[in-house]
Structures are given as structure tokens and as C-alpha cells.
């Protein structure tokens, strides 16, 4: 009976078409797609739209064959409101109506948006040029509200309309408050959208705020730093530390759009956007920096009480900005955070070791040395099927066997989402509030993987012995001196607290056992320089240089980058050059931002001093001819030569080298002699560094095929450091420990 009557039932209520229109809101444009699904194909089907109730816009007449049908239509630029999108069916000499559809159609809508970001810009020009720092921060803010509403109305409809319309209000209320010089945010309490004009691509850049309920300017306030997700951003990063997962049903793409009622929490706290899914790596990780300063210089917040956490990537992210800066922070908190490639890298052993050694040092797990000051609570559900619970096991269990504090919380039976149980109703705050930063500590333990040096506290290596390898400074300020222990370190700062010590008291300090200073300690910097074996203080001013960095080839994309093509006669190698650099520079889609694509005839001296430069060419390059004696191969009709190799004419090179034409920037160089050797750097153009940050040393060749042959890695001094030089080929799963790596 119940299987007739549903039959009965879907008979009474069948319905002949399937009506759809796309955008429903019309901002800019006057076109918008019809689709049609019918399920009757013997009647004749026509559009028409309607201004308001009875004014007739015009008529359309349905023309296809199958059952889907989709037609661009066009509405008039004087209409405005709402128009009716009416699809008929001719029946019995008249036309009836099957469905109905709406568009509404405000066409000032993106003008008056553009006129009140030039509006802010000027303000924001202005605070500029009279240095005014806090007015340009609310011009930024301005801007970035701005920016959401332009990213909203792409997404909206009929509905969302009326919210539509009451921000854009808000934001021209908004610039005539700082046009008056007013703050529009000085009494807003709660959640906030804000940016800054980045000095990478000049745009505005986001991130979310929250300002306490209670906040007051004239006491000190914690901050809370929180990282989000891959494919994540600022937005749902502040929901989700706030405790406020997804609603039943709801989606991450529209919860995104929305913010609900936070609660009231005695913290400041920011949400970085880090360009969304970088891993907070180069010019991503300054993002994070930057937008804590920018928090910093308009707030009265606390130095002592700044915390960070994060989950997934951000997990990650956390433990590598913390593990590298730990005299930043007082306390930190990794959600199902991954940190150890031989845990999350299943062809960990797969790659040759110098690449192996790249990504081991990349990774945050033998850097949890530095943190002896710094609390950590590590996150995990025991099913999480992404990053296993193994790597928080791990890392606990290493951090907790040297001594330092580590707290470890593992949620059965939960898989990925272990935020939802970590940050249930913002518990996470409270835990930070038991910590303050250890700001200036008698004892140092600090390791060091970055080429350019690094440091924490009132210490910084600034340079290694050899790069690539770690470089250990451990610190005892003791009542008798201070006593350094170091390893693969060749020049070091100590800017040794005066108070450490009674006033005019002549304090020693020894390095390695050697007594390399004795005199009074008044906070000014000491350097000190080995010698071999031997060290000693040091007047000598320490000139950085460019040096290989700690993601080999992936370094040249830690900053501003521009992507190069040759425009060769041959209109082959032209056409293989230009798509092999397309392709390379969309294969970071996921992150939000892109770079230029130009023929090497468009290249600057402009482009060489504020770029590094990605170039996609044959030996015939003019940039090549031109630099062939600054760079470390050797030219001929027949091949390349390198590294004391023959790279055949069918083959390629892909180098990074310091730019001959700026030593400055990094050079990526991806060349070969012929068409068929460029056409083998196919499956470079198109590799996309995972978020676990594979590594592939600094050189490498390819073949015809586009397989990589062999590579390896520079030295400090840009020699081909050739105990690297390696076959790319399956190896035996054995490495260096983390604790002996240097």
C-alpha cells in the first residue's frame, strides 16, 4: 500500500522542468545563466523576465534538443530591483507558466564599494604621509571590510541582499569616520576584521581579531595567536578556538561566511591569514609576525602573556614559529599538529639523503630543544586517519624525557577534528592563563638549522660551521661566569643581561672551555668568532651574505618572486618555455597569491632587485650569455657541465644560485640545450610542494622523460658540496638521529 500510494503521490506532484538562475544577484555585469532540466521534451518552453510585477524586459525561447539546457541572458542597464525569471510552456495556444526565479539587479552596488575604498586609500595615503601609524591601521581595517564584502557579493543572492545592502552602508559610514579622523572600531568590542597593506604584492592582506569585552586601554592584556587549518582561513580559525565548531549540516565553505556569538574570553586574540595554505613557511610565516606586531602596536598588550596555537597545518605551524622563537612566547598549544616526516612521509626513505636531510631539519620535532621556557600542550584524536596520533606521541614523549614541560591529551575514537575537543568551549585559554614568558633565563639551549643563523633570548648565532647541519649553543649564566657550550657554530652574539651580575664586577666568559672574555657586562652585544678549535672575542662587523637555504630549490619561493620565460626565435622553444613558467607559477593555486609571468625580453634591473627570478630557457638565453662566467656550469653546443658531470643535450638543469645580476635574490635556473631537454622539465612545472615540505637539495637533472637523474647540494661558499652529489634511486631506511644530525 505504501509503495502505491508514494507512486499515486509522485504522480499528482510530478513536475515537467527544473528552474535555475546563477548569479541571482547582479552587482556588475547585466548576464546571468538560465538552466532548464525538463523532463518533457514534446512542449515548446520560452523565458520571460519581468520588470517588478507586469513590466515585460523581454522573451526567450528555449532551444535545445537534450534535457539540459543552459542560456546566457542579458538585462537592460537601466533596470534596477528585481526581476522576474518566468519559464512558460505553450499549451493549447497560450502560454502558462511552469516556474519562477528571481534576480535582483543592483547596479552601483561594486561602484559605490570602489568609491569607498579610493576614499579610504586617500585617508590611508594620508596617515602616510604625516605618520600617523594608528590612523593607517584603521584605514587598513576600512579596507579590509571592504575586501569581505566584495568576496561576499560574489557569493550573493537574492536573500542575502538586504545584509548586503546594510554592509555597504556600514562601510561608507565607516571612511567618513576616518575621513573625520575617528576611529569606527575605538568602541568595538568582540569580533573584528582587519589588515594591513603587505610590502609583498602591495595588497591587503586579512586576519581576524577579537577584542575582549572588558578590554579597557589602560592595563596590559594577553594575546593569543591562532593558526589555521589547510584550506582554512582567518575566519573560521577564530570559531574554532572560540570553541564554535560547524553548526549541524553546516559546511566549512558557509562557515566561513558566517561568525556567531563568541564568547567572552579575557584575551586578545588574532588569527593570522597566512596567504591560507603555506604552511606558514617564507613570506607566510612573516605574515603570522606581521600581523602580531600590527595587534601589538594598536593594543596595550602584555609581552609576557602571548601565546600561540593552531591545528592541522597550523598544529605545525605552531611548533615551528615557537621551536624557532621561543623567547616569543610563554606558553604554546599543537592541535593534531604533524612534526616528524618519518611519521607523516610514508617515502620518507624513498628519497636520496641529502633531501632526507633537508626535510628532517625543516621539521619541528629537533628543534623542540629550544623550548625549555616554554609549556606545550600537545592535542590528538587516536583515530585521526590525516596526521597520525603517533607524531604528538612522539614529540611529548621526546620533549618530556629532556625535562622540559609537555602535556599530552589523546581523545578516543576521535579522527581529525580534534579541535572540537582541544578548544571545547575556549578551554584553551584557561590553560595558557597558568603561564607567563621566561624573559630573560640564566640557561639557554638553543638549535639552530636556518643558513643564516638564528637565535633566542640574549643569544644569536650568526653564522654555522656548515649549513644544512645543526648548529647547538647551550648557555649557563652561573654566579661565576657564563659558560657556553657550542657545536658547528662559527660566530655567535651574547648580549648578556647587566643584571645578571653585580654592577662593575669583572664576569668571564668561556666557550668550549676557553676563556674568550673578562670584563664588566653593561647589555651591549659581544661577539665572539672561531678559529678552527680556537675562539675569541671579535670588533669585526659580521656582513650576512646570501647563502644556500633550508629548502634547497623551495627557497627561491619564500619570498617575492617573479616567473621567466626565453622568447626565443624558435617559436617551439618560445611557446615550451613560456607554458613550462605558467605552469610552475599557478602550481601554488592554493595559495592566495600570485605572481607575474614575463618573456625574458621584459625582464628589469627593477624585476632583479626586488624579485627572485624564476627562469624557464635553453642555453641560448640571452640572461644566460650574458652571466655564463657568474654561474657554476659551463655552456656548449653538445651539453651542460656540472659538477664535474656531462648533462646530455636531452637533458636539464634546474639549479638555485645567487643572481648574478643581484646577488641579493636567488636565481632558480631551469635550462637545458635543447627543445627535448625542456620538454623533460614537464613534471617540474607542475610539482606542487606538499604541506609536508618534501625537499629536493639545490640541484638536481632531468631527463628526457622527466625523471629526476641525480642532484645535491651547495656549500656556504656555493661549491657543489659533492659528498651530496647523489643517484636519485630507492635507499636503505637508515639516517642520523635527530640529536646527532650535526
Known amino acids: 500500500m505504501e509503495q502505491c500510494a508514494y507512486g499515486q503521490g509522485a504522480k499528482i506532484h510530478r513536475k515537467q522542468v527544473h528552474l535555475t538562475v546563477h548569479p541571482s544577484l547582479l552587482v556588475q555585469e547585466p548576464y546571468f545563466a538560465v538552466t532548464v532540466h525538463r523532463f518533457d521534451h514534446q512542449t515548446p518552453l520560452r523565458i520571460s523576465l519581468y520588470h517588478g510585477a507586469k513590466e515585460l524586459i523581454s522573451r526567450h525561447s528555449i532551444m535545445c534538443a537534450g534535457p539540459l539546457c543552459t542560456q546566457i541572458l542579458s538585462i537592460p542597464e537601466t533596470a534596477e530591483g528585481k526581476v522576474l525569471v518566468i519559464l512558460e510552456q505553450e499549451k493549447g495556444g497560450y502560454w502558462a507558466p511552469l516556474a519562477e526565479e528571481s534576480v535582483l539587479v543592483l547596479p552601483r552596488f561594486h561602484e559605490r564599494i570602489a568609491t569607498a575604498m579610493r576614499r579610504a586609500e586617500a585617508v590611508e595615503a594620508e596617515a602616510q604621509k604625516h605618520k600617523d601609524p594608528l590612523l593607517r591601521q584603521t584605514a587598513w581595517a576600512v579596507l579590509a571590510y571592504a575586501e569581505d564584502l566584495l568576496e561576499r557579493v560574489k557569493f550573493g543572492d537574492v536573500r542575502s541582499s538586504f545584509i548586503l545592502h546594510q554592509k555597504l552602508v556600514s562601510l561608507e559610514n565607516k571612511v567618513k569616520k576616518i575621513e573625520a579622523g575617528k576611529d569606527p572600531y575605538a568602541d568595538v568590542r568582540g569580533y573584528q576584521l582587519r589588515g594591513y597593506r603587505s610590502d609583498l604584492n602591495g595588497e591587503i592582506q586579512l586576519y581576524s581579531l577579537y577584542v575582549p569585552k572588558q578590554y579597557e586601554p589602560g592595563k596590559r592584556w594577553p594575546l593569543a595567536v591562532m593558526l589555521h587549518g589547510a584550506w582554512s582561513n582567518h575566519h573560521l580559525a577564530m570559531r574554532r578556538v572560540m570553541g564554535k565548531s560547524n553548526a549541524p549540516g553546516e559546511n566549512d565553505a558557509n562557515a566561513k561566511r558566517t561568525m556567531p556569538s563568541l564568547p567572552d574570553v579575557p584575551y586578545f586574540v588574532v588569527c593570522p591569514n597566512g596567504f591560507e595554505t603555506m604552511s606558514y613557511e617564507g613570506f607566510a610565516e612573516e605574515d603570522v609576525w606581521r600581523v602580531m606586531r600590527e595587534v601589538e602596536a594598536a593594543f596595550p598588550i602584555d609581552p609576557d602573556r602571548v601565546y600561540m596555537t593552531g591545528l592541522s597545518m597550523g598544529g605545525s605551524g605552531t611548533a615551528k614559529l615557537a621551536f624557532r622563537h621561543p623567547d616569543r612566547f610563554a606558553a604554546i598549544a599543537t592541535v593534531c599538529g604533524f612534526f616528524d616526516p618519518l611519521i607523516t612521509n610514508p617515502d620518507f626513505f624513498k628519497k636520496p639523503r641529502f633531501a632526507r636531510r633537508l626535510e628532517d631539519m625543516a621539521a619541528p620535532y629537533p628543534l623542540s630543544d629550544n623550548i625549555l621556557h616554554v609549556p606545550i600542550k600537545l592535542c590528538h584524536g587516536d583515530a585521526d586517519p590525516i596526521v597520525p596520533v603517533e607524531t604528538?606521541?612522539?614529540?611529548?614523549?621526546?620533549?618530556?624525557?629532556?625535562?622540559?614541560?609537555?602535556?599530552?591529551?589523546?581523545?578516543?575514537?576521535?579522527?581529525?577534528?580534534?579541535?572540537?575537543?582541544?578548544?571545547?568551549?575556549?578551554?584553551?585559554?584557561?590553560?595558557?592563563?597558568?603561564?607567563?614568558?621566561?624573559?630573560?633565563?640564566?640557561?639557554?639551549?638553543?638549535?639552530?638549522?636556518?643558513?643564516?643563523?638564528?637565535?633566542?633570548?640574549?643569544?644569536?648565532?650568526?653564522?654555522?660551521?656548515?649549513?644544512?647541519?645543526?648548529?647547538?649553543?647551550?648557555?649557563?649564566?652561573?654566579?661565576?661566569?657564563?659558560?657556553?657550550?657550542?657545536?658547528?657554530?662559527?660566530?655567535?652574539?651574547?648580549?648578556?643581561?647587566?643584571?645578571?651580575?653585580?654592577?662593575?664586577?669583572?664576569?668571564?666568559?668561556?666557550?668550549?672551555?676557553?676563556?674568550?672574555?673578562?670584563?664588566?657586562?653593561?647589555?651591549?652585544?659581544?661577539?665572539?668568532?672561531?678559529?678552527?678549535?680556537?675562539?675569541?672575542?671579535?670588533?669585526?662587523?659580521?656582513?650576512?651574505?646570501?647563502?644556500?637555504?633550508?629548502?634547497?630549490?623551495?627557497?627561491?619561493?619564500?619570498?617575492?618572486?617573479?616567473?621567466?620565460?626565453?622568447?626565443?626565435?624558435?617559436?617551439?622553444?618560445?611557446?615550451?618555455?613560456?607554458?613550462?613558467?605558467?605552469?610552475?607559477?599557478?602550481?601554488?593555486?592554493?595559495?592566495?597569491?600570485?605572481?607575474?609571468?614575463?618573456?625574458?625580453?621584459?625582464?628589469?634591473?627593477?624585476?632583479?632587485?626586488?624579485?627572485?627570478?624564476?627562469?624557464?630557457?635553453?642555453?641560448?638565453?640571452?640572461?644566460?650569455?650574458?652571466?655564463?662566467?657568474?654561474?657554476?656550469?659551463?655552456?656548449?653546443?653538445?651539453?651542460?657541465?656540472?659538477?664535474?658531470?656531462?648533462?646530455?643535450?636531452?637533458?636539464?638543469?634546474?639549479?638555485?644560485?645567487?643572481?648574478?645580476?643581484?646577488?641579493?635574490?636567488?636565481?632558480?635556473?631551469?635550462?637545458?640545450?635543447?627543445?627535448?631537454?625542456?620538454?623533460?622539465?614537464?613534471?617540474?612545472?607542475?610539482?606542487?610542494?606538499?604541506?609536508?615540505?618534501?625537499?629536493?637539495?639545490?640541484?638536481?637533472?632531468?631527463?628526457?622523460?622527466?625523471?629526476?637523474?641525480?642532484?645535491?647540494?651547495?656549500?656556504?661558499?656555493?661549491?657543489?658540496?659533492?659528498?651530496?652529489?647523489?643517484?636519485?634511486?630507492?635507499?636503505?631506511?637508515?639516517?642520523?638521529?635527530?640529536?646527532?644530525?650535526?
Open 392 to 742: 604528538s606521541e612522539k614529540l611529548h614523549n621526546r620533549i618530556s624525557k629532556i625535562g622540559y614541560h609537555s602535556e599530552l591529551e589523546i581523545y578516543p575514537g576521535v579522527e581529525h577534528n580534534a579541535w572540537d575537543y582541544a578548544y571545547k568551549d575556549a578551554r584553551i585559554f584557561e590553560w595558557f592563563s597558568q603561564f607567563t614568558r621566561v624573559k630573560e633565563p640564566r640557561t639557554i639551549a638553543f638549535k639552530c638549522m636556518d643558513s643564516h643563523g638564528a637565535g633566542a633570548y640574549w643569544l644569536h648565532i650568526d653564522e654555522l660551521k656548515e649549513i644544512r647541519r645543526f648548529g647547538t649553543v647551550k648557555i649557563h649564566a652561573e654566579a661565576d661566569g657564563v659558560q657556553v657550550e657550542s657545536k658547528n657554530v662559527q660566530r655567535l652574539t651574547l648580549t648578556v643581561p647587566s643584571h645578571f651580575y653585580p654592577h662593575g664586577a669583572l664576569v668571564p666568559i668561556c666557550i668550549n672551555k676557553q676563556e674568550v672574555f673578562r670584563g664588566v657586562l653593561d647589555g651591549s652585544p659581544l661577539a665572539f668568532a672561531a678559529d678552527g678549535q680556537a675562539w675569541a672575542a671579535t670588533n669585526q662587523p659580521y656582513q650576512p651574505r646570501l647563502l644556500p637555504g633550508k629548502s634547497g630549490l623551495y627557497s627561491v619561493f619564500d619570498d617575492r618572486q617573479i616567473f621567466v620565460h626565453e622568447d626565443s626565435r624558435d617559436e617551439r622553444i618560445a611557446a615550451e618555455a613560456r607554458k613550462l613558467a605558467v605552469q610552475r607559477s599557478v602550481s601554488w593555486a592554493w595559495a592566495d597569491v600570485r605572481w607575474d609571468v614575463l618573456p625574458e625580453s621584459k625582464l628589469t634591473p627593477a624585476h632583479h632587485a626586488d624579485y627572485n627570478v624564476i627562469l624557464f630557457a635553453t642555453t641560448q638565453s640571452p640572461f644566460l650569455q650574458t652571466f655564463a662566467g657568474a654561474l657554476p656550469f659551463q655552456m656548449a653546443e653538445g651539453g651542460i657541465t656540472f659538477a664535474d658531470r656531462w648533462i646530455e643535450p636531452d637533458q636539464a638543469l634546474t639549479l638555485i644560485y645567487p643572481n648574478p645580476a643581484n646577488p641579493s635574490r636567488y636565481i632558480l635556473l631551469n635550462i637545458a640545450c635543447t627543445l627535448e631537454g625542456l620538454k623533460g622539465l614537464r613534471p617540474f612545472s607542475i610539482q606542487r610542494r606538499s604541506l609536508l615540505l618534501e625537499c629536493e637539495g639545490d640541484f638536481g637533472i632531468w631527463s628526457k622523460e622527466g625523471k629526476m637523474l641525480w642532484g645535491g647540494l651547495f656549500d656556504k661558499h656555493w661549491q657543489v658540496e659533492t659528498k651530496t652529489v647523489e643517484e636519485y634511486q630507492s635507499n636503505e631506511p637508515q639516517r642520523d638521529d635527530h640529536d646527532d644530525a650535526t
